[in-house]
């Protein structure tokens, strides 16, 4: 009995689920905080790419007091996070758009995984797939997703299934 106690404090501890990263000696980090503007109202500008992001997973409310994300993330098909994105008005802005393969490849955090994303910048992640704007050339029922648990993209998935979400916009960093 003590052996399998044991072992179910070691397989669900707060470290053996926690996100896992590489020194920063070992492998430099590709989205580093210094990259980003965080601001108060939920967002996150990329000084690199110009690319204004949700702070929180889709569905999840920005809690500013806190610093936390409120709420419940949502999990959308491909065609329901297209008119989520039309239809959202984050921060008060209305041009929120899906964002491409490419633009969401560019938060993908090499040196980490469990989730694959800076986790003090950006909240409320998830290790699944985030579905992109982007459709899968050979199949067109299917859209590219990158699942954040290693940060790859190797595969699409039927743009009817469901995923999460992390909507962009161009804009401007200060």
Not at 33 to 47: A, H, L, P, Q, Y
Not at 146 to 168: E, I
Request: glycine share 2%.
């Amino acid at each position: 009995m003590q052996t399998n106690l044991t072992l179910f404090c070691i397989l669900f501890s707060a470290s053996a689920l926690a996100q896992e990263c590489a020194t920063e000696t070992s492998v430099p980090f590709t989205t580093p905080e210094s990259r980003f503007v965080v601001k108060n109202d939920g967002t996150i500008c990329d000084k690199k790419t110009e690319i204004m992001w949700q702070r929180c997973t889709f569905g999840f409310v920005y809690n500013a007091t806190t610093e936390t994300c409120d709420n419940k993330e949502q999990k959308l098909s491909w065609q329901e996070a297209l008119s989520a994105a039309k239809s959202s008005r984050i921060a008060n802005f209305d041009d929120w758009q899906l964002p491409n393969v490419k633009e969401l490849s560019s938060i993908v955090e090499r040196s980490c995984e469990d989730p694959a994303i800076n986790a003090t910048v950006f909240l409320g992640n998830h290790s699944g797939n985030y579905w992109t704007s982007t459709t899968n050339i050979k199949d067109p029922s299917r859209a590219w997703t990158y699942q954040f648990q290693d940060g790859l993209n190797d595969s699409s998935s039927s743009k009817s299934s469901d995923a999460f979400v992390r909507l962009m916009r161009y804009a401007a960093c200060e």
